[in-house]
């Protein structure tokens, strides 16, 4: 449509012209309809009166004078001329007629001839009914030169019917009978008083009417004014409700996919770059469950306020639903520069949140993505930023940028399944691309290496070293857990065989995928390697994550009763993020808990307020159940002394050493010992020098 297309109009102006349109045509009626009636009733007066006249006039006229002589005697005129007299002024003049248009009388002085109104009087004879009409009559002179055409009246002229029996009567042996009409007479009234009068009274009902109609137009027209500011206000704030969060005010997921396509066109055109970051609040559905929804209200209230106030105007914070909140970054320079932005962006959870007199510290998971350098439009970038959030949830990150790695529909993750199945199958003569890392578990309180824990690397033929942390999520995802186990308990059992036939005897831990420990078919593969091999089954020790245990204890604690019944010892991994309960924990045929390295690291100089009580419960909840306890991610002397303190039992990190390769086994436990020399010598610096003053030593490398 062009633009010379008119706007819809409002409802207050459609109301306007209609009502006015409307009610214009009503007064128009009204007025007409009444000065129709008054009109018609006064003709029907005038009408009255001249028949009255009319019969006084014909009373002394004989019938014969109208219909035979058509001439009236010198006496029989004064007889008429006295029966009009009484009639007053009004009465202009008289005028009897033949029914052959003779002038028979006229009340007038020296009129004797004239004619009639022909159509009129041949009507009246025909009909037998009165006829009026009002007319203009001037006669007279000027009296001023306004007054140049005389004096001008109404005047009512009616014609009446003169009948046999309206007359004297008839003479003897006449054949007229009696409501034969033989003439008619013509009354001239003075109708000027009656016609200003109607007009007057026109006139007022046409002010009454106006007044009225105003009157009521203006009540209406306040009424759907009224009615119009409230429909609006209504859907305005429908429309504000359709696009904002009930609960926060934030905008939702709604006007968040508006904002997006319209930065993305803004982007196309300026060439620019589209960030979203997803985010979600890590284990919000405990805190809603023990604290109750209110206070889970509440507190994403207060994470919408701070997320609110701590971003650039132009960027746009949403929630989407539950805990889950998005933001726009309409105009970021680069990917890195979205990353910091979400690092920023999660530190805003650092400080605790106040939920009553409760402080809570939450922690949370961002996800970030950048179009085009993740995705072609507003529906694929907001999957891809989900993806590195869920990547970001499941590794523990804190932040994420997407990945195809960890998106089970991009093609470089198909590709990576394939060469996952190739790797797991080696074709024989080929370099083995999987392969068996070990990272020293160290005793606190003598620094000896009392064990290691098994990590599978992955050393690609293209892409180099690959974490377990990639593709062992794709691995469970695909089905091939099942394969991975099977291989890292082959090659660590094998391992513990050659180790033994060179002398040493070293335990090793290996992790079990929750979905392994839900079937009794890894303790049987357990079992045929340890007989296979000769190797005891105290050397192997196997590790499963607290959630695992808690997703389904019925079908897992069997297993482990299994494994214990072997002698292979099983451990509870990142102990701390699950929800096990402390009957649970006592009943668990487990015999060692790891502390998760986010609480670990917690212990850091500047780190968070009262981590020292949570390590401590736990260690001591452990003790008191016969657990030994390990502490995870120790990078610095400074955690490693505060969790000597605190009664940990066994370590492991960078602090000790990366995950090795099997050869270099022996020449970390040898460095073990030269460790242990070393802090034989520390425990003999007094004790003030291990206070929080002393600057900690941080290893920049990390695992690969």
């Known amino acids: 449509m062009t633009s010379a297309v008119r706007r819809r109009w409002s409802l207050p102006r459609y109301f306007a012209v209609v009502s006015v349109l409307a009610m214009g045509a009503l007064g128009v009626a009204l007025v007409w309809v009444t000065s129709s009636v008054m009109t018609t009733q006064a003709l029907r007066d005038g009408t009255a009166m001249a028949t009255a006249v009319s019969s006084y006039a014909t009373a002394s006229v004989p019938a014969d004078a109208f219909a035979v002589t058509g001439v009236l005697s010198g006496a029989q005129t004064d007889a008429v001329e006295r029966a009009i007299a009484g009639f007053g002024d009004r009465l202009i003049e008289v005028r009897l007629w033949t029914a052959d248009g003779v002038l028979l009388f006229s009340s007038v002085d020296r009129v004797t ?3 009639p109104d022909g159509d009129r009087l041949d009507r009246v004879m025909a009909s037998g009914d009165p006829d009026a009409r009002v007319l203009v009559d001037v006669s007279g002179e000027a009296t001023s030169a306004a007054d140049v055409g005389g004096t001008e009246r109404d005047v009512l002229d009616v014609y009446t019917p003169v009948r046999v029996s309206d007359t004297a009567g008839a003479d003897a042996g006449s054949t007229l009978q009696p ?28 002010l009454v009417v ?28 429908n429309a504000r409700l359709a696009l904002l969060d009930s609960l926060t005010g934030l905008p939702n997921r709604r006007l968040l996919a508006d904002r997006m396509r319209r930065a993305i066109l803004d982007a196309s055109r300026d060439d620019t770059r589209v960030g979203l970051m997803l985010l979600d609040i890590d284990r919000f559905k405990d805190i809603n469950d023990s ?6 209200d509440e507190l994403l209230e207060q994470v919408a306020a701070r997320l609110r106030g701590a971003l650039r105007h132009e960027d746009v914070v949403a929630r989407l639903g539950g805990d889950e909140f998005a933001i726009l970054l309409p ?7 979205a990353e910091r932005l979400a690092q920023r962006v999660r530190h805003l959870f650092v400080p605790p949140f106040t939920l009553g007199e409760l402080p809570l ?7 970030v993505a950048c179009l085009p350098d993740h995705a072609d439009d507003a529906s694929s970038l907001m999957r891809t930023a989900d993806i590195a959030m869920y990547a970001a949830k499941n590794h523990r990150m804190g932040v994420a940028v997407y990945s195809p790695d960890e998106d089970d529909s991009s093609p470089a993750r198909l590709v990576l399944l394939g060469d996952l199945h190739r790797a797991l199958a080696p074709e024989p003569g080929s370099t083995p691309e999987l392969e068996m890392h070990y990272q020293p578990k160290v005793a606190l309180a003598s620094g000896r290496t009392v064990g290691f824990e098994a990590l599978m690397r992955w050393r690609h033929p293209t892409r180099g070293m690959i ?14 857990i099942h394969d991975v186990t099977r291989f890292a308990l082959t090659e660590c059992v094998t391992q513990l065989a050659r180790w033994r036939r060179e002398g040493h005897d070293i335990p090793v831990a290996v992790n079990l995928s929750a ?19 000769a190797v005891p089954a105290s050397l192997l020790e196997v590790e499963i994550t607290e959630t695992a245990l808690v997703a389904d204890r019925s079908r897992v604690v069997p297993v482990l009763e299994r494994l214990g019944e072997l002698g292979v010892r099983v451990a509870i991994d990142d102990f701390g993020i699950g929800n096990t309960s402390i009957s649970q924990l006592r009943d668990l045929p487990v015999d060692e808990l790891k502390i998760d390295r986010l609480f670990v690291s917690d212990l850091r100089e500047g780190g968070r307020d009262g981590a020292e009580v949570v390590v401590q419960a736990m260690v001591d909840l452990a003790h008191s159940f016969g657990l030994r306890v390990v502490a995870e991610g120790v990078e610095d002397e400074y955690i490693a002394r505060m969790l000597r303190g605190l009664g940990v039992d066994h370590a492991q990190g960078f602090l000790y050493s990366a995950a090795v390769p099997a050869d270099q086994v022996p020449e970390v436990r040898a460095s073990a010992g030269r460790r242990r020399t070393r802090d034989d010598d520390a425990a003999r610096t007094p004790a003030a020098s291990v206070g929080r003053s002393a600057e900690p030593t941080r290893r920049t490398d990390r695992p690969v």
């Open 210 to 237: 106006a007044g009225g109609l105003l009157a009521l137009f203006l009540l209406l027209f306040r009424t759907v004014m009224t009615t119009s500011r409230r429909l609006q206000s209504t859907a305005l704030e």
């Open 515 to 533: 979905h392994d420990v839900t079937t009794s078919q890894v303790v049987d593969l357990i079992e045929q390697l340890l007989t296979d091999h």
């Open 467 to 480: 974490a377990p942390t990639i593709f062992v999520p794709l691995a469970e995802q695909s089905g091939l």
């Open 361 to 367: 510290h939450v922690d949370t998971s961002v996800g």
């Open 113 to 115: 001839t004239g004619f």
């Open 179 to 206: 409501d034969d009409m033989v003439g008619a007479a013509e009354i001239l009234l003075d109708h000027t008083e009656t016609s200003a009068a109607l007009a007057d009274a026109v006139r007022t009902v046409t």
């Open 331 to 337: 105009d970021v320079r680069s990917v890195a520069n």
């Open 291 to 296: 604290l109750g929804h209110d206070r889970g």
